[in-house]
């Protein structure tokens, strides 16, 4: 009786140095280039603040004249200041009425009427502290029936768009956003029986987008168990939706 020869198992190769070398470098990449860019950014509008406002500054009151160098961030401080005080005088009323005043003449000048309410609405819209922000994170079959594409709920829809639907029930204002810019999308008003309501938040959605499907949040489940989120390449276990309503 012959016995079995055994092959041994084959050792399993190291990887390469230039392997090593890449993979370090694209995980150090990973936490570096956020970092970099954020204090560019960062880098970038303080110096561009500086140079618009240090020169309206007298130079007897400069940083340069008492320490004997330029201090960054210095037009941001005095820019700040002189918002806040603007801000305050129009708490009463002389400065209530010296803006009513200043938008009077305003108005009167074709095109820097368009300009200044323009960028007004948008300020006052990204400035805005009220209740105008998404209210949940939703799926949609879009562009077909069988496709399905992450959505968010604005608002419930009224008015005529509400009245002239002939579907049954009520209708739900969602913003259908484009990757990886979710600031572009579409408006779409669907019935609530078509809408999905996720559990994950806004914030989560949108990540979720901008990344292309490669940041997935964690579901219930895991967040109950404890585990971590999926990161890049890797999926969670997908969850049969629940229409509402249906």
């Not at 570096?32 to 950014?41: E, G, R």
């Not at 129009?90 to 309410?117: A, W």
């Not at 971590?228 to 969850?239: I, N």
């Amino acid at each position: 009786m012959t016995a079995k020869k055994t092959t041994p198992r084959a050792k399993r190769q190291k990887p390469s140095v230039f392997h090593r070398i890449r993979t370090n470098f694209l995980t150090g990449l990973v936490i570096v280039a956020p970092v970099v860019l954020t204090a560019y950014l960062i880098w970038t509008v303080i110096t561009f603040i500086d140079q618009q406002v240090v020169p309206w500054v007298p130079e007897a009151y400069r940083p340069e004249e008492f320490f004997g160098l330029k201090i960054p961030g210095f037009g941001v401080l005095i820019f700040f200041i002189f918002t806040a005080v603007v801000g305050a005088l129009t708490k009463n009323l002389f400065g209530r009425q010296l803006v009513r005043i200043g938008e009077d003449l305003v108005e009167r000048m074709p095109v820097v009427r368009s300009i200044y309410n323009g960028l007004k609405q948008i300020v006052e819209t990204i400035l805005s502290q009220s209740s105008t922000t998404f209210k949940k994170a939703c799926l949609v079959e879009y562009p077909r029936r069988g496709i399905w594409a992450i959505a968010f709920v604005s608002t419930e829809t009224r008015g005529e768009i509400a009245s002239r639907t002939e579907e049954e029930g009520q209708m739900l204002s969602v913003f259908l956003p484009t990757t990886p810019n979710p600031t572009s999308g579409f408006l779409l008003f669907v019935p609530r029986k078509d809408v999905v309501m996720l559990d994950m938040t806004v914030e989560e959605a949108a990540k979720l987008v901008i990344s292309a499907g490669l940041v997935n949040p964690p579901s219930a489940a895991e967040i109950a168990a404890g585990r971590k989120p999926a990161g890049p390449g890797k999926q969670t276990p997908a969850r049969k939706p629940t229409a509402v309503g249906r």
